[in-house]
């Protein structure tokens, strides 16, 4: 049987896991690979993120591993933002500010521990980024304030993009696509990888629809919402806010 909500990995848990396997993160082109299209969507989402707004003054990334996200974003945009970083692991956060330094002469800044208690400054971001954290929500109230929390620190304008894990609301549907990522996790890294994807999925994660979380956007506040790809249990979506919000 799937482990329930209430017996999934603690934060302490996913931490001291993150905390182990730094180096495998730090690379844009592998550092992902049990995600689907991993590549592709750091460049999806530097792309439409420049595209949405033309000028970044300050970037956010949540749970941002060694920083790929807000390492691409620069690479693809001109000057030199702010970029404040947030993760569980203090190792992560560590490499991250290290690799992120080397791109940008902004300020960038370390924030350590739970997004959710993070003291990150209201509407004060151009872009926010989110790659592979936000499947570790649980409840649709622990969805819905942190969709609310992401609203509320970003200036008028600004964008927030993700890439995560999905799941489907129809359980055929569900069922077919789940398949389709264990195929692909079998021809990457053969059976034993595949089950240990699955096992970790199980333990630690609570992936929702995408339906639901562009739903969600919508209902705290984002103006416009798109999706930039979708590929099985993967997902590359977006908001922005209002120019008056």
Same mark, same amino acid.
């Given at each position: 049987m799937p482990t329930s909500l209430t017996e999934k990995s603690t934060i302490q848990e996913i931490e001291k896991r993150f905390d182990a396997d730094v180096e495998r993160f730090a690379n844009l082109e592998? /550092?992902? +690979?049990?995600? !689907?299209?991993?590549?592709? *969507?750091?460049e999806l989402i530097a792309q439409a993120a420049k595209a949405v707004t033309p000028v970044i003054g300050r970037i956010l990334d949540i749970g941002c591993g060694a920083?790929?996200? %807000? +390492?691409?974003?620069?690479?693809? $945009?001109s000057g030199n933002p702010d970029c404040d970083l947030n993760d569980l692991s203090a190792a992560m956060l560590a490499r991250a500010q290290e690799r992120v330094s080397r791109e940008t002469t *902004?300020?960038?800044?370390?924030?350590? /521990?739970?997004?959710? !208690?993070?003291?990150?400054? &209201? &509407?004060?971001?151009?872009? +926010?980024?989110a790659a592979a954290v936000l499947h570790h929500l649980r409840d649709e109230a622990d969805w819905l304030a942190v969709f609310s929390k992401i609203f509320r620190?970003?200036?008028? $304008? *600004? =964008?927030?993009? @993700? =890439?995560?894990?999905?799941?489907?609301?129809?359980?055929?549907?569900?069922?077919?696509?789940?398949?389709?990522y264990g195929d692909y996790l079998a021809a990457a890294g053969g059976a034993p990888f595949r089950e240990a994807v699955f096992a970790c999925i199980?333990?630690?994660?609570?992936?929702?629809?995408? !339906?639901?979380?562009l739903q969600l956007l919508r209902r705290v506040g984002?103006?416009? %919402?798109?999706?930039?790809? &979708?590929?099985? @249990?993967?997902?590359?979506? *977006?908001g922005i806010k209002s120019g008056l919000a």
């Open positions: 592998t /550092g992902q +690979i049990a995600l !689907t299209d991993a590549p592709l *969507g750091l920083g790929n996200n %807000t +390492i691409k974003l620069l690479r693809e $945009s *902004g300020k960038v800044s370390v924030f350590h /521990g739970d997004f959710r !208690t993070a003291p990150l400054p &209201k &509407k004060s971001y151009d872009v +926010i980024v620190l970003l200036k008028p $304008s *600004g =964008s927030f993009w @993700c =890439s995560d894990l999905v799941s489907h609301e129809l359980p055929p549907v569900q069922a077919l696509m789940w398949r389709r199980d333990r630690e994660d609570s992936p929702r629809p995408l !339906t639901f979380q984002f103006a416009f %919402t798109d999706v930039l790809h &979708k590929n099985s @249990c993967f997902a590359v979506f *977006g």
